[in-house]
């Protein structure tokens, strides 16, 4: 895997004034229409690596809690992988799939306890120049 701050270096001092632009995944924190928190990262992770634009690597440290949050939904690995892999849909169209695996009716006591969990953690964001420890 590339260091994102040297790449960074290397193209404003040998491409000044090329513009780089890095494709950032939604925050943890940030829920879709089902109030499931993790839910669009794991998304948007998931169709960046489809597409080339990160390596399949480049989340392992979240592998943990992109396990969590499929058991909280009642979802298998391979079965989710299967469908974002397979299918060109949308996130609004993946809710719906969730739901309908799930008779339409998510487990709330679940989803409260995994949100409570991605609410509390301690989380480090590296950028080009820095690393900031955030708690959500």
Same mark, same amino acid.
């Given at each position: 895997? =590339? @260091?994102?701050?040297?790449?960074?270096?290397?193209?404003?001092?040998?491409?000044?004034?090329? &513009?780089?632009?890095?494709?950032?995944?939604?925050?943890?924190?940030?829920?879709?229409?089902?109030? =499931?928190?993790?839910?669009?990262?794991?998304?948007? *992770?998931?169709?960046?690596? *489809?597409?080339? *634009?990160?390596?399949?690597?480049?989340? &392992?440290?979240?592998?943990?809690?992109?396990?969590?949050?499929?058991?909280?939904?009642?979802?298998?690995?391979?079965?989710? =992988?299967? !469908?974002? !892999?397979?299918?060109?849909?949308?996130?609004?169209?993946?809710?719906?799939?969730?739901?309908?695996?799930?008779?339409?009716?998510?487990?709330?006591? *679940?989803?409260?306890?995994?949100?409570? !969990?991605?609410?509390?953690?301690?989380?480090?964001?590296?950028?080009?120049?820095?690393? @900031?420890?955030?708690?959500?």
């Amino acid at each position: 895997m =590339v @260091n994102s701050g040297l790449a960074y270096f290397a193209a404003t001092q040998f491409f000044p004034t090329m &513009a780089i632009e890095q494709i950032l995944p939604a925050a943890s924190t940030e829920p879709g229409s089902l109030g =499931v928190l993790h839910l669009k990262r794991y998304w948007d *992770k998931s169709v960046l690596i *489809k597409e080339g *634009k990160y390596a399949g690597d480049a989340f &392992a440290d979240e592998w943990n809690i992109d396990i969590t949050l499929l058991a909280a939904l009642g979802l298998g690995l391979e079965q989710t =992988v299967r !469908y974002i !892999y397979s299918d060109n849909t949308d996130f609004k169209t993946f809710e719906a799939w969730i739901l309908s695996l799930n008779n339409y009716q998510l487990d709330n006591d *679940k989803i409260n306890e995994f949100n409570k !969990y991605i609410l509390s953690r301690e989380t480090t964001y590296t950028t080009a120049d820095t690393t @900031n420890n955030v708690t959500n």
